[in-house]
């Protein structure tokens, strides 16, 4: 298998770790990046740092059983979480995680985002669930994210973040970045845009993978419908009113369940 070098993974790490920051992904020391560099060991970031300052010489070169082999800073506490995505998931490269608040958000409201809003949100990420929640750096939380690791590229650890993995660095911080924007929307669209929104089907979806040569596994799709109106013309945002919408909506459903309980 080809790795990148040591070196281009403690700079690679170096600049996620400026992204993370810079996007506010973390606060103070949170959040941890690791490159694989060979078939049992990975670069990975120590704990204690911000990491919008992380230096090359600070991190670590640890093997699969988070034993140290090169570097003076103490590990991150999460390494076993980390390394157990590479023993799950022999294409893994590169491992992320943050607290980014949007998908800290849904963590812990315990809520999996499966929404079909975009084609970036619907083939990147897809759905993305929440594994339940395990003591921070234990191997229980290890564990909790085995089941995802084949199937899924990101998972929410319930109360406390999202991490990601993919097949190179880069990958990794996208599919995280992308989940963040895929949860900001989520989170506008249910609780504070009441409008019901058109989304993209599965038949759009299918296409969607057919022509780019995505293969979406079963477990990541999205709840897409099979009808949507998002090829209908658009309606205009000034004759809408969000009031009008919420209690036409609260109406009907109060009606429909009217009608059921004198079904019923
Ligand atoms: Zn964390």
Same mark, same amino acid.
């Given at each position: 298998m080809n790795y990148i070098s040591e070196q281009e993974a403690k700079e690679m790490i170096c600049s996620i770790g400026q992204k993370m920051y810079q996007r506010g992904?973390?606060?103070?020391?949170d959040g941890n990046i690791t490159i694989r560099v060979g078939d049992n060991t990975v670069i990975a970031t120590p704990t204690g740092v911000s990491k919008g300052d992380l230096?090359?010489?600070m991190l670590l070169k640890v093997d699969f059983d988070g034993?140290?082999?090169? #570097?003076?800073w103490k590990a991150t506490s999460e390494l076993p979480m980390h390394l157990r995505i590479y023993k799950e998931n022999n294409e893994v490269m590169s491992t992320a995680h943050a607290h980014p608040t949007f998908l800290n958000l849904f963590a812990n409201l315990g809520m999996e985002l499966d929404m079909s809003l975009t084609p970036a949100t619907a083939a990147i990420s897809g759905r993305i669930p929440v594994a339940p929640y395990q003591n921070p750096g234990s191997e229980d939380l290890a564990a909790s994210v085995a089941p995802y690791c084949k199937d899924f590229n990101v998972v929410m650890l319930a109360n406390h973040g999202p991490i990601s993995w993919g097949k190179n660095p880069i990958e990794a911080w996208y599919i995280l970045e992308d989940a963040e924007a895929y949860a900001k929307m989520a989170l506008l669209h249910k609780f504070v845009v009441k409008a019901d929104y058109r989304p993209i089907s599965m038949e759009q979806i299918k296409l969607l993978a057919d022509t780019h040569d995505l293969v979406i596994n079963p477990r990541r799709?999205?709840?897409?419908?099979?009808?949507? #109106?998002?090829?209908?013309p658009a309606v205009s945002l000034d004759a809408f009113d969000p009031d009008c919408a919420w209690m036409e909506k609260l109406v009907e459903k109060t009606a429909d369940a009217v009608v059921a309980r004198l079904k019923s």
């Amino acid at each position: 298998m080809n790795y990148i070098s040591e070196q281009e993974a403690k700079e690679m790490i170096c600049s996620i770790g400026q992204k993370m920051y810079q996007r506010g992904f973390v606060s103070a020391n949170d959040g941890n990046i690791t490159i694989r560099v060979g078939d049992n060991t990975v670069i990975a970031t120590p704990t204690g740092v911000s990491k919008g300052d992380l230096k090359p010489d600070m991190l670590l070169k640890v093997d699969f059983d988070g034993n140290i082999l090169e #570097g003076t800073w103490k590990a991150t506490s999460e390494l076993p979480m980390h390394l157990r995505i590479y023993k799950e998931n022999n294409e893994v490269m590169s491992t992320a995680h943050a607290h980014p608040t949007f998908l800290n958000l849904f963590a812990n409201l315990g809520m999996e985002l499966d929404m079909s809003l975009t084609p970036a949100t619907a083939a990147i990420s897809g759905r993305i669930p929440v594994a339940p929640y395990q003591n921070p750096g234990s191997e229980d939380l290890a564990a909790s994210v085995a089941p995802y690791c084949k199937d899924f590229n990101v998972v929410m650890l319930a109360n406390h973040g999202p991490i990601s993995w993919g097949k190179n660095p880069i990958e990794a911080w996208y599919i995280l970045e992308d989940a963040e924007a895929y949860a900001k929307m989520a989170l506008l669209h249910k609780f504070v845009v009441k409008a019901d929104y058109r989304p993209i089907s599965m038949e759009q979806i299918k296409l969607l993978a057919d022509t780019h040569d995505l293969v979406i596994n079963p477990r990541r799709l999205v709840n897409a419908p099979e009808k949507t #109106g998002n090829q209908e013309p658009a309606v205009s945002l000034d004759a809408f009113d969000p009031d009008c919408a919420w209690m036409e909506k609260l109406v009907e459903k109060t009606a429909d369940a009217v009608v059921a309980r004198l079904k019923s």
